[in-house]
């Protein structure tokens, strides 16, 4: 099983995601990552699990070291793939924004997000939306039916994939070659930018409603991911603290 068909493994990761009421005494941001309070070269935060893939074994490295005096989360993939999940059951109505800080040593080489054979990136960051079994027709429901006989959970409704990709334009809205229940959204492109730190802010819930044409059910959790397994190449990726935070 590839890396891009770990999209499948990557919703049903986030489904056990605990519940963040949404209410008056709420904080203005939600900190996912917060990788900069972390010592360097100390284990992965306690909120953040592994997101292995069934069938795939060679793995993408993360550590979290020192940049320029600030603590962040380093990934290094060769010819591997797996991501690190933080489930967290949040509003998007609330807190619809979310922002990061990314960087990439260089694309993948080879990489085509249009194609399964090509679905590598040197850094990515997923939104995953909690299923909601009103939303989803016969044909989903059949579908989820046999998954959950593999996997042994049910899947959530859809999710977003924040892309730095080799060659399309920002701004550009794809399915997933493997799922038409991931769009992916392009933020940065190219190797113009690569080496130095990118800050994002990406309103999700205007986002949401743009990919899929509705409104979005509650979000489960944020990923990041850094694979080469479909092109067999190396990718190197760098990420900074990420929030979820209210619209100003």
């Known amino acids: ?57 060679k793995r993408t490295t993360y550590r979290l070291v020192d940049d320029g005096g600030t603590t962040v989360l380093r990934a290094d993939a060769q010819g591997a793939a797996s991501g690190l999940i933080r489930r967290s059951e949040t509003d998007p109505g609330t807190y619809p924004v979310l922002a990061w800080r990314w960087k990439i040593a260089g694309v993948v080489d080879g990489a085509d997000a249009t194609r399964r054979d090509g679905d590598d990136y040197a850094a990515r960051v997923y939104v995953v939306f909690k299923y909601d079994p009103a939303r989803a027709s016969v044909v989903d429901r059949v579908k989820r039916a046999l998954l959950r006989l593999f996997y042994g959970e049910d899947l959530p409704h859809a999710g977003i994939a924040y ?19 991931v769009r992916m959204i392009v933020v940065r492109s190219g190797n113009a930018e690569a080496g130095r730190w990118q800050s994002e802010e990406r309103n999700v819930l205007d986002d949401y409603r743009r990919a899929f044409g509705e409104e979005p059910p509650a979000i489960a959790g944020v990923a990041v991911m850094t694979d080469s397994d479909d092109t067999g190449g190396s990718a190197t990726g760098w990420f900074g603290d990420i929030v979820l935070r209210r619209a100003w």
């Open 163 to 181: 892309i730095w990709d080799n060659r399309l334009p920002p701004g550009t809205v794809l399915a997933s070659p493997y799922t038409d229940r």
């Open 1 to 57: 099983m590839r890396a891009g068909a770990g999209v499948i493994a990557l919703v049903v990761a986030a489904t056990a995601a605990p519940v963040r009421a949404a209410g008056a005494a709420d904080p203005a941001a939600i900190e996912l990552g917060a990788f900069s309070q972390a010592p360097r070269g100390a284990e992965l935060p306690a909120a953040w699990e592994p997101l292995t893939f069934p069938g795939f074994t």
